[in-house]
């Protein structure tokens, strides 16, 4: 018993919690396990992706450090949705450079980083066609804030989209 308390009080997501894994979307904890790695046993998340339908293991002790965190509070999902309709800064014609920097941003996996690379693809595709890879890298960054928000207020997925998309064409 009194283990099972000292393995509770390490665990940052519970049983059952709707966590973000980073560059994937939301993922939903299926169990929490302990199972045999080198000669170890090691506490492992079990989260199941519902936008890839896989289902990823992830050791507790590094949950954090991959990015992995609670969805937003329904503040910062708005947050997030003002700061896709504000103004934007132009960003580098060269298409590498620009892709660099959003993914750099994705890979943070906030939601305002996802909410500015949103904004950032959206406004340039409406000025000229984004190269392949990084109209790719728009739909993964929309996709993901669609997840999220969603999720967090508390909206369908198709609602979601359509919310952030006259967020977007208000600029």
């Known amino acids: 018993m009194k283990s099972q308390k000292k393995k509770d009080a390490a665990l940052t997501f519970k049983l059952d919690q709707e966590v973000v894994y980073p560059l994937q979307g939301v993922g939903h904890i299926r169990s929490i396990e302990e199972i045999e790695f080198k000669d170890k046993k ?3 998340y079990v989260i199941y992706l519902a936008v890839t339908d896989m289902v990823v293991k992830v050791p507790v002790d590094k949950a954090v450090e991959l990015g ?3 969805i937003v509070s329904s503040a910062e999902a708005k947050r997030a949705l003002v700061l896709i309709s504000e103004d934007f800064e132009p960003v580098t ?3 590498k450079i620009r892709y660099q920097m959003n993914l750099d941003l994705l890979k943070k996996g906030s939601v305002m980083d996802i909410a500015a690379v949103v904004r950032t693809l959206y406004h340039r595709s409406r000025i000229k066609e984004l190269p392949i890879l990084e109209r790719k890298l728009f ?3 929309l996709k993901l804030m669609i997840d999220e ?3 967090s207020l508390g909206k369908s997925k198709e609602d979601a989209e359509q919310l952030i ?3 977007m064409e208000t600029n």
């Open 68 to 70: 992995i965190r609670a």
């Open 165 to 167: 998309y006259s967020k």
């Open 139 to 141: 739909d993964s960054a």
């Open 149 to 151: 928000i969603s999720f």
């Open 93 to 95: 014609a060269d298409w």
């Open 42 to 44: 090691v506490l492992y």
